[in-house]
């Protein structure tokens, strides 16, 4: 794209250098021969006047010498008078290319002056060479015009590009930059709109799954335990064939639970062990700009080697929430942190946002991740997404303290059946 733009604009700018240089090259030379021979006719007529003067007087013309001052140096003048049979001449003749101007006398004759062409065509050709120039300088700047109008356009390209594929990979977040350029705007539009949208869906997905799941689960729990008692009838017919309801009941919970796994894989898509240290630094540098434009700063604490298994984009989506959030309703410094579950949960590592503001209050903290729920004039979605998708990652988002306000985000740590390409037998759940 950058190529295209780059030659569409450099012909179009040496097509228009040459059609105006060209037209502008020869005009100018003629110019330079017009003016030429617009003075030579100015001394020849001043001449001719002259020796009319002589002649009318009566008096005879013996030499040029009167009027040498008007021949330029280096010329040759030819007066020829029929009459007498007279033919003068001053300076010596040339017999290369040469400019002449020849102009009639009153009293019968005709005088003649002539000069070497190669200083007016010296001239000529550096005018050319002028114009040439400017006509390359023109095609240069051009070319220079053209690389940065490329560049410009270019580079919102590849940034909505990068948009566009970030939305691919489940990070939703809204970007607000905008491009000065009508269609790429309206691209860039219609992204966040698509990304809303995609959230919405997300969280929708989630809390479909989850709410069957739990219906099928409860139901089919209780069916088995009233299989179960069946099997311990003493009628031999309905113990067995309790018995054997029992075994298609439990198959049917096997094929619940890989449903349920396939579905969380499917969310879960690109889930992986990821070192927190090195993404959160990420995270951390790319929110410092927009703290410290308010005056604010970012901290990041992170504990070396922690792993744990979750979508990157999704992990940059949920802190960016996050951040986000301390940025527009907390206050003072914003803590990034991230340190292993030892003191709560063994199998999960914990990454908490908090700022040192006025925090949550209380008749919104037990509504604070429900889809519409905001408390300073926003949309309410931010803290339900952020929810949503650390729930399709197998962690969660809490609100651990209020006061001041500081989010946590529980992530599982990454085991031996997380290496890909390697299926570990699921572990059945209790009856």
């Not at 590849?158 to 607000?176: I, K, P, Q, T, W």
């Not at 409860?218 to 054997?244: H, M, P």
Request: aromatic share 2%; proline share 4%; with cysteine.
């Amino acid at each position: 794209m950058r190529r295209r733009i780059l030659l569409a604009i450099l012909l179009a700018v040496t097509v228009t250098a040459c059609l105006l240089g060209i037209p502008l090259g020869l005009t100018a030379t003629t110019v330079v021969e017009s003016l030429t021979r617009e003075d030579l006719g100015t001394r020849v007529r001043q001449i001719a006047a002259t020796l009319d003067d002589e002649v009318a007087s009566g008096r005879a013309l013996e030499s040029l010498d009167q009027v040498q001052l008007a021949v330029p140096p280096g010329g040759h003048l030819l007066v020829t008078l029929p009459d007498s049979g007279q033919v003068l001449t001053l300076g010596r003749e040339l017999r290369v290319d040469t400019v002449s101007e020849e102009v009639p006398i009153v009293q019968h004759g005709t005088v003649r002056l002539s000069i070497d062409a190669g200083p007016m065509r010296t001239t000529q050709t550096q005018v050319a060479l002028l114009v040439a120039l400017v006509v390359v300088g023109t095609i240069g700047i051009g070319f220079l015009v053209a690389i940065a109008t490329a560049r410009r356009l270019a580079r919102p390209m590849r940034h909505v590009a990068e948009r566009a594929s970030r939305l691919g990979a489940g990070d939703f977040r809204l970007d607000r930059t905008r491009y000065q350029v009508q269609e790429l705007d309206r691209v860039a539009e219609a992204l966040d709109a698509s990304a809303t949208a995609l959230a919405q869906l997300v969280q929708r997905e989630r809390e479909l799954v989850g709410d069957v799941s739990h219906q099928l689960r409860s139901r089919l729990t209780s069916l088995q335990l009233r299989i179960e008692e069946l099997t311990v009838v003493e009628d031999d017919d309905v113990a067995r064939e309790a018995g054997a309801a029992l075994e298609q009941a439990e198959r049917l919970a096997d094929v619940l639970d890989e449903l349920m796994t396939a579905a969380r894989e499917a969310r879960a898509v690109g889930a992986e062990p990821v070192d927190l240290g090195a993404e959160l630094i990420g995270i951390a540098d790319e929110w410092r700009e927009p703290l410290r434009s308010r005056g604010r700063s970012l901290k990041l604490r992170a504990q070396e080697g922690l792993l744990a298994k979750v979508s990157p984009a999704r992990l940059r989506e949920v802190i960016g929430v996050l951040l986000d959030n301390a940025l527009r309703h907390g206050a003072g410094t914003v803590t990034l942190s991230a340190r292993d579950g030892a003191s709560s949960s063994r199998d999960s590592v914990l990454i908490e946002v908090s700022d040192t503001g006025a925090g949550v209050p209380d008749e919104l903290a037990e509504h604070i991740f429900e889809r519409g729920v905001s408390g300073g004039g926003s949309t309410g979605l931010g803290l339900a997404l952020a929810r949503a998708l650390i729930d399709s990652d197998g962690g969660r988002l809490e609100l651990s303290t209020k006061r001041p306000a500081t989010f946590t985000v529980f992530l599982p740590v990454p085991r031996a059946g997380d290496v890909q390409g390697v299926r570990w037998p699921a572990e059945r759940s209790p009856r």
